[in-house]
């Protein structure tokens, strides 16, 4: 069974930092797309950053570039997102997804969409006090 356990999420004043991690088991984690994602309160989910398991290859949003930083640990299945000069509007739930592709796979803006992927995680609150 595929799980992806999102989790780092809290409460934190703006300009703040968090990591949040995605642990993934039960699936092969090379030569994936894994994406995090945000979905605040009466708004759509939005694509925050992604990652290439392959490649290490990276894309972030607009709204995040040069705040959050996304990084990998193959060895552990392990996803990251660091979260630095954290604003109110990131006050969101946050997930995990990871894509099914079994090859090689650079990360483009469209990785910041919700089709390339079928498995996710549970979500991870996270909340910026202003």
């Known amino acids: 069974e595929v799980q992806l356990q999102a989790s780092g999420g809290g409460l934190v004043q703006a300009g703040g930092s968090l990591r949040l991690s995605c642990a993934a088991s039960g699936i092969f984690f090379g030569h994936r797309a894994i994406g995090w994602f945000r979905q605040a309160p009466g708004k759509e989910r939005e694509g925050v950053s992604c990652i290439s398991s392959s490649d290490g290859s990276t894309y972030y949003a607009d709204s995040v570039k040069g705040r959050f930083t996304i990084s990998s640990d193959n060895a552990k299945n392990t996803v990251y997102l660091h979260m630095n000069s954290l604003k109110p509007e990131d006050t969101a739930v946050y997930y995990c997804?990871?894509?099914?592709?079994?090859?090689?796979?650079?990360?483009?803006?469209?990785?910041?969409?919700?089709?390339?992927?079928?498995?996710w995680g549970q979500g991870t609150l996270v909340t910026v006090s202003s």
């Open positions: 997804a990871i894509s099914p592709s079994t090859s090689p796979v650079t990360v483009a803006k469209h990785h910041l969409s919700s089709w390339p992927y079928n498995y």
